[in-house]
């Protein structure tokens, strides 16, 4: 009994001391694991002490600072092209994504997505221990964490930044909703390259490149297609760096990581065997896009001039908001650099551009310019130069730009001809400088007389087109005609009271310079640096929209990537000249067709000429042909050239050419163009009878503006060119030669008989008077 005591007794003992050797063991093990912990919580901390704790907004904010492209549209809200910078990416909403990319990526990346909490430990020591041993390891991170990875840190491979990876999905995870993440990550994860060659980001742009689909259309083998492709997107992509697609070799790697995908989606059972098994019997290849139409290079030059615009848009709001708008008007640098920052923000940032442009007035113009017969081309130095065009169609009353021409083949010249490059306007600033003004500040009415005689001023001695001298002749023919004698001598009269300022510098005139403001030679056509096509055409606007300068545009409307309205189009109207001024410089502009340098217009337009206003233009040389004109409802202006200046053949082509293009527009809309509009007469202008030399009471009948005042002598002889010509009475006094090769038809010959006599004896007095001044 006692033995069997003893016994018990060595057995409890035996018992306890294993008991507390396996407790001591399980002691030593805890504190061995919390001190492991320690020490690695105490790394991880010391890796992680510098990366800043981010609110919610903030993450948000990081997490869609991503590229996105921009879309441009015409003004009907069809798109005109998706811009390409480095990288195509749209972004869409969760809900637009469809079921089948959701189920695909899940199964495929992070199976236990809804109940992680941003991260797999075990995921993690798996991984970590692979690549302690130097073996390439995959499947390491969650959705998350890619997430994370892909757009809040470099992609440096180093503890640390594993340790915040890990350390940003947990807080991640905690801050955003699973949908948020999910939607964030399938818009910003890569995709390889679409049917253009173009890197692609974001399933959305991925589904359109891939298979011409929205995501929401993807079927279950599409779905599981694409989905392979976030972890080595350039080796499943199907097409190669120029869009082709790919060799069968290299396609089957593609094929095998769909076959992966489709695997993992049965087995977490998103999909059903038998649509496992049509999903592996469908031909995905048979299923790419075909479609290689890059929209931007369909509308090249509709494309490139938003681009410019809307960067010049972003860089002067910006300058506005940082109160440097002063800066980035005077400092070149600044402005340029502001320009090339503004442009990449424009290029990535996700905008929405609705333009002004018309689609299919648009398209009836390049139709038109394709099929136009006369572009001549020119070996100039020992290259050949190909005939080049621009043009502008204006609407009047609000300045929207509905069509325009960049020039010739945008492949060989990107130049754009309408908007961007600038050119001598030769006769066409003659109403915008000389003859509007002139009716503006008194000077002449549109039958009053002017001096078309030769002159020499400090060594200049120019001449007519035609080297005749027209001597006594009326505004309205002078201005017909485009005579640059007495549109000189007109000019002169006032030309120290800065008409560039005052007129041309209203109307937006980028290029003028201070010496423009002070040479004759502006008067007809001489401006340093020229002028584009769409500032001459929305300066002729500007008298067809009774003298009202409504600042022409292309681009409607701006959207940021939220959708969010940032810049509407709304230009203050400038009254330029005076209604009574445009109305008669419109009329006169008239007589262009009827007897002037385009006398032949009629018989090739479609339409009645009798509310038309035109005015031709030929620069020195003859390395510019302009024409600009229209009725009240539109403008369109005109220029031909050579990229490098040399002579063009036949002056008349400029305005054959206006004809040619007008009927094109008539063609497709005649009420656009709006012929029998008529420009009404205001009632600041009356019918008078006037003496043409000093616009007093006379015999010849006039229409005149109601403020309309009889000219002192010095007005009356500067008008003739005084300030540049002491000369100016021993050349009133022959009468005027006959009509040579500038006249087109008679001008009204009955009416000059009957007040010949009348004009030479107003001329006497003015004479005598002027003498009787200069004897006092």
């Not at 592996?280 to 615009?309: G, H, Q, W």
């Not at 109307?507 to 340093?528: C, P, R, W, Y």
């Amino acid at each position: 009994m006692d033995n069997m005591f003893v016994i018990k007794g060595a057995i409890t003992v035996k018992n306890n001391k294993k008991y507390i050797t396996w407790k001591n063991f399980f002691l030593t093990l805890a504190l061995l694991f919390t001190l492991i912990i320690s020490i690695i919580t105490g790394f991880v901390a010391n890796l992680v002490k510098d990366q800043p704790v981010l609110s919610k907004e903030e993450l948000t904010q990081q997490l869609n600072d991503i590229s996105e492209n921009s879309d441009i549209f015409f003004s009907n809200g069809e798109k005109v092209a998706t811009i390409n910078s480095e990288m195509m990416r749209k972004t869409i909403p969760l809900d637009d994504m469809g079921d089948n990319i959701k189920n695909a990526i899940i199964a495929s990346e992070d199976d236990n997505f809804y109940s992680n909490s941003g991260i797999e430990p075990f995921s993690i020591i798996r991984a970590s221990v692979y690549e302690a041993a130097g073996k390439s390891s995959t499947g390491g991170s969650t959705i998350t964490q890619q997430l994370v990875k892909n757009q809040l840190l470099d992609n440096s491979r180093s503890y640390e930044r594993k340790a915040k990876e890990i350390l940003l999905a947990i807080r991640l995870n905690n801050t955003l909703s699973k949908s948020e993440i999910l939607e964030t990550y399938l818009n910003i994860a890569p995709f390889g390259k679409n049917r253009l060659g173009q890197n692609i980001s974001g399933i959305e742009t991925a589904a359109l490149g891939v298979f011409n689909v929205h995501a929401n259309e993807l079927n279950i083998a599409q779905a599981a297609y694409l989905a392979g492709f976030v972890q080595l997107p350039y080796k499943y992509t199907p097409f190669d760096n120029s869009g082709n697609i790919r060799s069968d070799e290299e396609l089957q790697a593609g094929f095998n990581r769909q076959k992966y995908v489709l695997n993992r989606m049965l087995e977490e059972d998103f999909i059903t065997k038998e649509e496992y098994n049509q999903a592996l019997e469908f031909d995905i290849k048979s299923s790419f896009n075909n479609n290689r139409i890059n929209e931007s290079e369909k509308y090249p030059y509709i494309t490139n001039e938003v681009i410019t615009a809307a960067s010049e848009i972003l860089a002067e709001d910006t300058a506005k908001k940082n109160n440097q708008l002063n800066k980035y008007q005077n400092d070149a640098n600044f402005k340029n650099d502001l320009l090339e920052k503004s442009k990449v923000k424009f290029l990535t940032g996700g905008y929405k551009v609705r333009t002004t442009i018309n689609k299919e007035l648009y398209d009836t113009l390049q139709e038109a310019k394709e099929n136009y017969s006369r572009f001549i081309s020119k070996n100039i130095d020992g290259q050949n130069y190909p005939m080049e065009i621009g043009a502008t169609l204006i609407e009047n009353n609000t300045g929207r730009v509905l069509a325009f021409i960049g020039g010739r083949d945008f492949n060989n010249q990107q130049l754009n001809h309408a908007t961007r490059t600038t050119r001598s306007p030769g006769s066409t600033i003659k109403p915008l400088l000389v003859f509007a003004p002139a009716i503006d500040k008194g000077y002449i009415t549109p039958n009053s007389m002017l001096l078309d005689r030769k002159f020499n001023y400090n060594g200049w001695s120019p001449d007519n087109f035609s080297k005749t001298e027209f001597g006594v002749i009326s505004a309205r023919n002078a201005l017909a005609k485009s005579l640059n004698l007495s549109t000189i001598r007109l000019y002169s009269a006032f030309s120290n009271e800065d008409p560039v300022k005052e007129y041309l510098e209203k109307m937006n005139f980028k290029s003028l310079v201070e010496s423009d403001h002070t040479n004759l030679s502006a008067s007809i056509g001489g401006l340093s640096y020229g002028v584009t096509v769409l500032e001459n055409t929305n300066a002729f606007s500007t008298l067809a929209n009774k003298g009202k300068f409504q600042q022409a545009y292309i681009i409607e409307s701006i959207e940021d990537n939220t959708g969010k309205t940032i810049y509407t189009a709304n230009f203050n109207p400038v009254q330029v000249y005076s209604e009574s001024t445009s109305y008669l410089t419109i009329n006169m502009l008239n007589d262009v067709i009827t007897g002037g340098t385009a006398g032949n217009m009629k018989s090739t337009l479609k339409f009645s000429t009798d509310n038309l206003f035109v005015k031709t233009g030929t620069s020195e040389y003859n390395h510019d042909l302009w024409t600009v004109g229209g009725t009240k409802n539109i403008t369109f202006g005109l220029w031909t050239g050579y990229d490098k200046p040399s002579e063009l053949p036949g002056f008349d082509h400029a305005h054959n050419q206006w004809a040619y293009f007008m009927n094109a527009i008539y063609n497709y809309n005649p009420s656009l163009i709006g012929a029998d509009n008529k420009f009404e007469q205001p009632a600041s202008v009356k019918k008078e009878n006037i003496n043409p030399y000093n616009n007093s009471k006379g015999s010849v009948t006039d229409i005149v503006p109601n403020s309309f005042q009889e000219l002192n002598n010095d007005k009356v002889m500067k008008k003739f060119g005084s300030t540049i010509d002491k000369n100016v009475l021993e050349k009133l006094r022959p009468p005027s030669p006959k009509k040579e090769d500038d006249d087109d038809e008679d001008d009204k010959k009955e009416n000059n008989d009957k007040r010949k006599e009348e004009d030479i004896t107003d001329l006497n007095n003015i004479e005598a008077e002027v003498v009787n001044d200069e004897d006092e």
